[in-house]
RNA sequence: GGCCCCUUCGUCUAGUGGUUUAGGACAUCGCCCUUUCACGGCGGCAACACGGGUUCGAAUCCCGUAGGGGUCACCA
């Protein structure tokens, strides 16, 4: 059975990059019949806040990437962590540092020049001192090599000489992400690990633990990073650090994760793929190694041409439990809707129709010449006395045009602003019609 | 700097040795449609980073170079 997970660190938001990891960890489950797991990793206890937990609760909520089973906290873990790690001392395999900051950032300055992994002296000369503080580092092996067959890198030998001896619990006792992480996916029984490429070079690190357990080791897929539209990246700079401020925007959920899919994936046609039952046939090799760049320009396009497709219904429905209309704006909106919607990149665009499709509204126009003055008040006296339907409107109005030897580009925008205060609305006898004799009688007598 | 990864139109990509004058989408430009704004239709511009090989033949395979990215914490 696989098992994902995707483990967010609430020191920060749920941003694109981790919403697109999470998906990832969710397809690919999905797709395999396995589950979908979420742990948080919350072992640094300062820069961890509620906050941002809900945020990334509520951010895989509204995605609906939802775990198959409770979320796990690291936090709790803890205990176990250290276990493992006295284990590993008790073993060999890790050993007590006694090196100060002061002393490891002079070796790192030392190292950095020659190249090499620092080296601490502790490692090969086991002492126990009282009353000093340590840490305990695991002991890389100085020789050979690590092979990872990367399902999305593909096959990548390094050599066991730039493995440096990390870090397993802290001064103060605490287990670094580096063994919290791989003991809990332990526990966990995750069998994929689909993560950002960042985490490319912790595998062979973490690689070593799991090896001195004698534990299974899961199959990786390190994804490929998110870039800005600047080719850096992403970055608060680039906006959105927050995938709910994408909902806010006025982003389909749908789209947005149909974009995040195609980013650095193979789909052959413009599709909104149907990510939630699974149908999607996620295929990890359809990957692309390189890292791409976030165009808002692609998912702005995204995002009308999908409004377009949904059943307006649907959309109504929405517009309602969103916005508090009264009925005589809805069933106008049920007739325009279909001719609006053409308009939008977001839904949430309807907001600046709400007033001139109310009887709130009055105009404000009061700088027509007489010329123009003259067709409104023929225009009047042929709403007063047509019949109401579309078509009568519409002969009776050219017939009127056709007498002044005018055509509809000399009525058509005068009439659009005095009714309805904007330059671009739907077909105009179509908003005449549907807002009624006497509310048109009313804006237009205004002038 | 060490190590690792990447490189097809501005962007996302198709392409896995001949079917390719390198295809599509977004963006952009032009035209058509037109009562406005859109939609839609038609068309244009635009890419295999560079240099060597291998091969009858290379965007596709190999080697360099350049550029980009990642990582090198008692962060995750």
Not at 141 to 150: V, Y
Not at 257 to 264: E, I, P
């Amino acid at each position: 059975m696989i098992r994902t997970r995707f483990a967010p660190s609430p020191t920060g938001k749920l941003h694109i990059g981790g919403a697109r990891t999470a998906l990832f960890n969710y397809l690919f489950a999905k797709s395999n019949g396995g589950k979908f797991l979420l742990r948080i990793e919350d072992t640094d206890i300062k820069r961890s806040s509620k906050e941002n937990i809900d945020v990334i609760l509520n951010g895989l909520n509204w995605l609906k990437l939802i775990p198959s089973e409770k979320e796990k906290y690291q936090s709790n873990e803890t205990q176990q962590h250290i276990d493992i790690a006295y284990k590993l001392l008790k073993n060999g395999f890790a050993y007590k540092c006694y090196l100060s900051t002061e002393e490891l950032n002079e070796m790192r300055n030392q190292s950095r020049k020659k190249g090499e992994v620092i080296k601490s002296p502790y490692r090969d000369n086991l002492v126990n001192i009282k009353n000093k503080d340590f840490v305990i580092r695991l002991k890389m092996p100085l020789k050979g090599q690590t092979t990872i067959n990367d399902k999305v890198q593909g096959k990548v030998i390094i050599d066991n000489s730039i493995l440096d001896d990390m870090v397993l619990l802290r001064k103060d006792n605490s287990p670094t992400y580096m063994l919290a992480s791989v003991v809990d996916d332990y526990n966990m029984e995750i069998t994929n690990i689909i993560r950002g490429d960042d985490h490319f070079n912790n595998a062979f690190r973490q690689i070593q633990i799991i090896k001195y357990m004698n534990w299974p080791i899961p199959t990786y897929a390190h994804i490929p990073l998110i870039h800005g539209e600047d080719g850096t990246k992403l970055s608060k700079r680039h906006g959105a650090e927050n995938v709910m401020d994408y909902k806010k925007d006025g982003y389909e959920v749908e789209v947005l994760k149909n974009y995040l899919l195609r980013l650095g994936y193979s789909v052959n046609d413009d599709k909104i793929y149907d990510l939630e039952n699974n149908t999607f046939n996620f295929k990890l090799d359809k990957i692309n190694k390189s890292p791409s760049r976030f165009d808002l320009k692609k998912l702005s396009n995204m995002n009308a041409l999908y409004l377009r497709t949904q059943p307006l219904n649907n959309l109504l429905n929405r517009i309602k439990t969103k916005f508090n209309l009264n009925e005589e704006i809805l069933d106008r909106l049920d007739f325009l809707l279909p001719d609006l919607i053409q308009r939008y990149t977001y839904l949430n665009e309807i907001e600046n129709d709400f007033l001139w499709l109310s009887n709130d509204f009055t105009n404000n126009v009061s700088d027509l010449n007489q010329e123009n003055l003259n067709l409104v008040f023929e225009v009047l006296s042929i709403l007063k006395s047509t019949e109401w339907n579309l078509i009568e409107l519409k002969e009776n109005i050219e017939k009127c045009l056709v007498e002044n030897n005018l055509k509809m580009k000399d009525l058509g925008p005068i009439l659009r602003i005095v009714l309805t205060g904007k330059t671009n609305t739907p077909d105009i006898f179509k908003v005449i019609f549907i807002i009624g004799r006497n509310e048109c009688i009313k804006r237009l007598t205004k002038v």
